[in-house]
C-alpha cells in the first residue's frame, strides 16, 4: 500500500506544473471568465492570416474594459500598426490584447479586474474608430468570439 501511494503523488507532480498545476494555482485557472471590452459591431472577423483578432467598432472616447481579470503586460505604442496598444496577462495560457486605443488607463505592471476601464476608444494607426481585440492561448491567436459570451 505505501508503494501504492507515493506513484499518485508522483504523478501530478511530474504532469502537474505543464497540464494540471496552472489550472489551479493560477487565480483565473485555464478558463477566463471573460466579457466583451467593449459594446459595438464586429467589423472585422477572426481570420488566421490576416486579421489576428477581431475588430469592435465604436465611438470615440468609448470606454475599452479589460475582458478578464490580470496583470497588465504592455501598456504604449511601438507595435506598428496597432496604435495605442495594452496586453494582458491572464494565466499562464491567455493574454488579450486591446490595439488603436486614443487614450491609455493603466500601466505596465499593474493589476486590473474584469470590467475595469483600461483604455479610451481611438484610431490610432487605423483608418475608422474601432477596438482591435484578441485573445491569445500559449501565444497563439484564437478567435475571440469563441470563448466570449453571446452578444
Avoid at 495605442?84 to 496577462?89: E, G, M, R, T, Y
Avoid at 491567455?94 to 493603466?106: E, G, K, T
Amino acid at each position: 500500500m505505501s508503494g501504492v501511494k507515493p506513484e499518485p503523488a508522483a504523478i501530478p507532480k511530474t504532469e502537474g506544473p505543464s497540464a494540471s498545476e496552472p489550472k489551479s494555482a493560477v487565480v483565473a485557472g485555464d478558463d477566463v471568465d471573460w466579457i466583451w471590452p467593449v459594446n459595438g459591431r464586429i467589423v472585422t472577423p477572426f481570420n488566421e492570416t490576416s486579421s489576428k483578432g477581431i475588430g469592435i467598432a465604436g465611438k470615440p472616447g468609448q470606454a475599452v474594459v479589460a475582458a478578464g481579470p490580470g496583470r497588465v503586460i504592455f501598456s504604449g505604442t511601438g507595435i506598428r500598426g496597432l496604435g495605442k496598444l495594452i496586453v494582458i496577462k491572464h494565466n499562464e495560457k491567455f493574454l488579450s490584447v486591446y490595439a488603436h486605443n486614443r487614450a491609455l488607463l493603466v500601466k505596465e505592471g499593474q493589476t486590473v479586474t474584469r470590467g475595469q476601464r483600461i483604455a479610451e476608444m481611438g484610431d490610432t494607426d487605423t483608418d475608422q474608430v474601432k477596438l482591435h481585440f484578441e485573445i491569445r492561448r500559449m501565444g497563439k491567436p484564437i478567435d475571440p468570439a469563441t470563448l466570449l459570451p453571446p452578444a
